[in-house]
């Protein structure tokens, strides 16, 4: 475990209908970075009209960027959520915690399982080398979900607050990550102020989290925030990859 402070970097919703985006959204967050010690998490078919294509184009680059160092999660599947939630609980996070892209939030246990596997095996067979983790849309897990994670088998998950490894349920990495959001005004405003906040006050933590999206480049107050606040977090504190959380055996 790192005994410095290290900030974890993240790129979601990696899929050829944002390819532009995610280029743009890799070049701000790594400006300071010797060589690209970020994640990239990626959606097998976004929305069920962006399918990744082995031996394709953008496949091509998911290797590259895997080569060069860019640790790859599983990200679902479609990204899009379909279920029929039941609960005050799960209905108030679908509806208010994304907008209709908590897939894994409401999904059952098989099901779950069937897209986790099959998101696996698309983005290993196309890089080469096992995933990283798992990390579900918008960060929204359902029991199904929770359980097919460790039926699974993957290394690490991730949600709004912490990083564990399924298999033990050991948090690894602990507090809240910081993001941005471009749905709405007042969700730009709040995105804004936060990540000012998190500047001027963030204690530098043993282990630090900040997540980018591909919206997030069409507001250019979003991506100056972004990239002043990479800037700040980085200062005293260094880049790190997701994979030095694996277990010493799985390094």
């Given at each position: ?37 970020y994640a990239m998490l990626v959606v097998p ?92 849309p918008a960060w929204l897990y359902g029991d ?37 959001a471009s749905r709405s005004k007042w969700r ?64």
């Amino acid at each position: 475990m790192a005994r410095s402070a290290s900030l974890l970097v993240s790129i979601h919703d990696v899929s050829p209908k944002f390819e532009g985006q995610v280029d743009r959204l890799a070049e701000l967050v790594s400006r300071d970075m010797a060589t690209p010690a970020y994640a990239m998490l990626v959606v097998p078919d976004h929305w069920g009209d962006a399918p990744i294509v082995a031996g394709s184009p953008f496949a091509s680059r998911l290797r590259a960027w895997s080569d060069a160092g860019v640790d790859m999660f599983v990200h679902g599947w479609f990204h899009l959520d379909r279920s029929e939630h039941s609960g005050a609980l799960a209905r108030f996070k679908a509806k208010r915690m994304t907008a209709g892209e908590g897939e894994f939030l409401g999904l059952d246990r098989a099901t779950a399982r069937a897209r986790m596997a099959d998101g696996r095996k698309l983005v290993e067979d196309i890089v080469g080398r096992a995933a990283t983790g798992f990390i579900a849309p918008a960060w929204l897990y359902g029991d199904g979900a929770m359980r097919a994670l460790t039926d699974e088998g993957f290394a690490l998950a991730e949600d709004h607050m912490k990083v564990w490894r399924p298999g033990t349920g050991e948090v690894v990495a602990r507090g809240p990550v910081i993001t941005w959001a471009s749905r709405s005004k007042w969700r730009i405003a709040s995105s804004l102020a936060v990540a000012a906040a998190a500047r001027a006050a963030l204690p530098r933590k043993a282990w630090m989290r900040l997540a980018v999206h591909p919206g997030d480049t069409n507001v250019p107050a979003l991506t100056d925030s972004i990239a002043r606040t990479v800037a700040s977090l980085s200062r005293g504190a260094r880049f790190a990859r997701y994979r030095e959380l694996l277990p010493a055996t799985g390094a």
